[in-house]
């Protein structure tokens, strides 16, 4: 004879079979289990054709309301009888949980307070419930209303990386995805032009708070009687470098004066805790979030003050440029601020301009390479997107290359002193591209691979040098900050951070350094192609590479790319007109036609 069991929340026929029962499932599928393993309900004869009949729950509960009982005693009380399917039904109206609760083997019914307490709490479900979908149809039909305001909420922190998934997306259709939740605010005009890749990106977009110390009492250098020239796009407010070359007999002496960051922030410090946290400044068109606090750039910025303190590199560098000697001090000096078109027209920087161009031609046939692609500057002031295309100046090139001798100094210098250091390496492109167009400098960046920092040095191929370091640019990037805590521990006979130490800051810098520039790449697109939308755009266009019938094309006033059809024949690096269709603001993606 087969009893009634209830078996991992099914019935089940139960039939002993020595210190086991074999059970009969729903399916028709047997199994072997304990017997502690199932609820009992009924000793059978039971069968799996299990309808309960109606049955007074209510009255029942009444009459119990507080009490524990079996449940054959429920079975009684609320059907009249106790057989399988009466068992069953008391069992289900246990697994209910409104009136009655299963506890364990046994039955307890509710007091009046938890039932009204229970019927209070769906009550109320049911009406967030309703109010929920009647929010989710307004928001289909693009009408919110002001008491939608929490399911906006829910769409703007999925659009914002602030949450993985969202029930609002879910009930409209919808991926869910930041991309999807951004062009729903865009639809429903919640959002306009809100940029939300930085905090996306879970990036920081407040300044440190915290407290700069005084700059200490050292002996520095007075070499405030030479010229010093910090040469920078015209809207630059972090003068980190500055330079100035003269002739002599051996061919040229070099003067790279950075600022001394590392007179302020020390290894293990609270401010070097947290530029490291922050990897580099973020440069958005909205403004820039520095990794220091505000103040460390009128302290030390270069052309700020009067007088400035800096970290000096003397470079002794022949005609051909080769460096044949080095020296570094902390200095004062006294600095000129200048933008790349007015440095032109400074006669004083003409021995700059001949070491410039000697130390590139010198790279340039150790395997350096020479990619000019356009660049353009976006800023968002007010509430006017302006691009502006970065003229390539002459004078441009003369301050990388000054910054590129320094680099490589300083990693010269860093190998033969046996000094642990971030050094900047690039392996060899996979192929090298010949021609002078755009089409071919494209070509040749697709070939190049990553440029990575390691705490072991490496040529760096890109540059066409054996070894190299970022040097000049401190208050911009903790990378640079740590290459000169190393040097300044150097000079003064101090302990420097470990191999270990510093490969443990590369690797952390890195990793937010990726975050940054990833942020500063699409919020440029961004406010492109916000500019695009508000003014549209019809310009030239240059054809840098063919798939199939489609062109890719550079457009220089924008810093774009955009892949066209082709509507006829065209050679690489031809120049065509562009105009500008529609923009995928979520996606970052625009159309243009070749008209």
């Not at 009893?3 to 499932?25: I, M």
């Not at 507080?66 to 429920?74: C, H, I, R």
């Not at 400074?346 to 660049?375: C, H, M, N, S, W």
């Not at 210098?413 to 021609?435: D, H, I, K, N, Y």
Request: hydrophobic share 40%.
């Amino acid at each position: 004879m087969a009893a009634l069991v209830v078996y991992k929340g099914r019935p089940a026929l139960a039939v002993e079979k020595g210190d086991r029962l074999e059970l009969t499932l729903p399916d028709g599928a047997r199994v072997r289990v304990r017997p502690k393993d199932v609820l009992w309900l009924h000793p059978g004869p039971a069968s799996l054709e299990l309808n309960p009949p109606e049955g007074e729950e209510e009255a029942a509960w009444e009459l119990l309301q507080g009490q524990v009982v079996d449940l054959k005693d429920l079975a009684e009380l609320v059907y009249g009888s106790y057989t399988p399917e009466t068992a069953y039904g008391a069992y289900l109206l246990a697994q209910r949980g409104e009136r009655f609760l299963l506890e364990g083997e046994r039955v307890r019914a509710r007091t009046r307070e938890e039932v009204e307490a229970l019927l209070e709490a769906r009550r109320k479900r049911e009406e967030q419930e309703r109010r929920f979908q009647e929010g989710v149809r307004r928001l289909r039909e693009g009408v919110p209303a002001p008491e939608d305001r929490p399911l906006i909420q829910e769409v703007e922190a999925m659009a914002l990386g602030e949450r993985r998934e969202s029930r609002v997306l879910r009930a409209l259709g919808l991926p869910e995805t930041p991309e999807a939740a951004h062009g729903l605010l865009l639809r429903l005009g919640v959002w306009q032009r809100q940029n939300p890749h930085p905090r996306r990106l879970g990036l920081i977009l407040v300044p440190p708070e915290l407290r700069l110390p005084a700059l200490p009492q050292e002996k520095r250098v007075d070499l405030t009687h030479l010229p010093a020239y910090a040469i920078d796009d015209e809207e630059s407010q972090d003068p980190d470098d500055a330079v100035y070359a003269e002739r002599v007999p051996e061919g040229f002496q070099l003067w790279v004066h950075v600022a001394d960051v590392a007179a302020l922030v020390e290894p293990f410090s609270p401010l070097d805790q947290e530029a490291m946290r922050r990897g580099a400044n973020l440069y958005l068109p909205e403004g820039t979030v520095p990794m220091l606090p505000q103040e460390a750039t009128w302290v030390l910025g270069l052309g700020l003050k009067e007088v400035s303190p800096a970290l000096t590199f003397r470079l002794k560098v022949s005609g051909e440029g080769e460096i044949l000697e080095e020296e570094i001090v902390p200095s004062w000096v006294r600095v000129r601020r200048l933008s790349y078109r007015e440095a032109l027209g400074v006669e004083e920087l003409a021995p700059l301009r001949d070491l410039a161009l000697a130390f590139r031609r010198k790279r340039l046939a150790q395997g350096g390479l020479d990619l000019r692609l356009p660049e353009v500057k976006v800023r968002l002031e007010g509430q006017e997107v302006r691009i502006r295309p970065l003229e390539a100046y002459e004078s441009r090139i003369w301050v990388q290359e000054a910054m590129h001798l320094a680099g490589y100094a300083a990693a010269h210098l860093a190998l033969r002193e046996g000094l642990p250091f971030p050094f900047a390496t690039q392996e060899a492109p996979s192929r090298r591209v010949e021609g002078e167009g755009l089409s071919a400098m494209w070509e040749q960046r697709k070939a190049l691979k990553r440029a990575q920092l390691k705490a072991v040095p490496a040529p760096h191929r890109g540059l066409g040098l054996p070894l190299y370091a970022q040097v000049t640019s401190p208050l911009r990037r903790y990378l640079d900050l740590v290459a000169h805590q190393q040097l300044r521990a150097w000079l003064k006979g101090e302990k420097p951070l470990s191999q270990e130490e510093v490969l443990q800051r590369v690797g952390a810098a890195e990793s937010m350094a990726d975050l940054v520039r990833e942020a500063e790449r699409k919020s440029k697109l961004h406010w492109i192609l916000v500019y695009l939308m508000e003014k549209g755009y019809e310009g030239r266009g240059i054809l840098v590479e063919k798939r199939g019938g489609q062109g890719i094309f550079l457009l220089p006033e924008l810093g774009l790319t955009a892949q066209v059809a082709l509507s006829k024949p065209l050679p690489l690096d031809a120049e065509v007109r562009l105009r500008f269709l529609e923009a995928d603001l979520p996606r970052l993606e625009a159309r243009f036609t070749l008209l």
